[in-house]
T-cell receptor, first 112, second 112 residues
């Protein structure tokens, strides 16, 4: 899997938007961009994924740069429950039995 | 989304004993399951990949005789930590895959 780079930590005020960046300059043309998050003492959970176009779901939005070398996970209104480590992971479309490989991620703190 | 359960959620055992952790996919069949380990403040590290009915594939540096993995059915994989030592204390997370990869809530193992 191609490498991603994320800031170690970020901080946000409650009820404000949060933009979590991810650089993936070596992304291949077929790699999907996946985001997972891990709340304290829990297993990771899926957040969102995309290929080229921006994506929205009930949890977040994913903005993908036109050259696909970076992306941004957007939490529109951060809550205390969004405090977690967020992982940006690249995956081939047909990954077979290949597992997700986790980098260090970004630890998001949300301040009340 | 698909649900993966783990049992127990936390366990304390004495050094030298063995501990079994169960991972179940509750609403889908998973031909492939993964086991990860996570030490405090670190990312998830893949330990092994297990396929139903065949031997597990271990990552480099993971002792297969110490971490026994059994994937006897399409919904159940078990990880047995044999002759546990304090350095085996960690957060163990299983994951089951159909199209996407889904994670269990994790098992906190403490070896005293």
């Amino acid at each position: 899997d191609a490498k991603t780079t994320q800031p170690n930590s970020m901080e946000s005020n409650e009820e404000e938007p949060v933009h979590l960046p991810c650089n993936h300059s070596t992304i291949s043309g077929t790699d999907y961009i996946h985001w997972y998050r891990q709340l304290p003492s829990q297993g990771p959970e899926y957040v969102i994924h995309g290929l080229t176009s921006n994506v929205n779901n009930r949890m977040a939005s994913l903005a993908i740069a036109e050259d696909r070398k970076s992306s941004t996970l957007i939490l529109h209104r951060a809550t205390l429950r969004d405090a977690a480590v967020y992982y940006c992971i690249l995956r081939e479309p047909v990954s077979g039995n290949t597992p997700l490989v986790f980098g260090k991620g970004t630890r998001l703190s949300v301040i009340a | 989304g698909a649900v993966v359960s783990q049992h127990p959620s936390r366990v304390i055992c004495k050094s030298g004993t063995s501990v079994k952790i169960e991972c179940r996919s509750l609403d889908f069949q998973a031909t492939t399951m993964f086991w990860y380990r996570q030490f405090p403040k670190q990312s998830l590290m893949l330990m092994a990949t297990s396929n139903e009915g065949s031997k597990a594939t271990y990552e480099q540096g993971v002792e297969k005789d110490k971490f026994l993995i059994n994937h006897a059915s399409l919904t159940l994989s078990t990880l047995t930590v044999t002759s546990a030592h304090p350095e085996d204390s960690s957060f163990y997370i299983c994951s089951a895959k159909n199209y996407e990869q889904y994670f269990g809530p994790g098992t906190r193992l403490t070896v005293t």
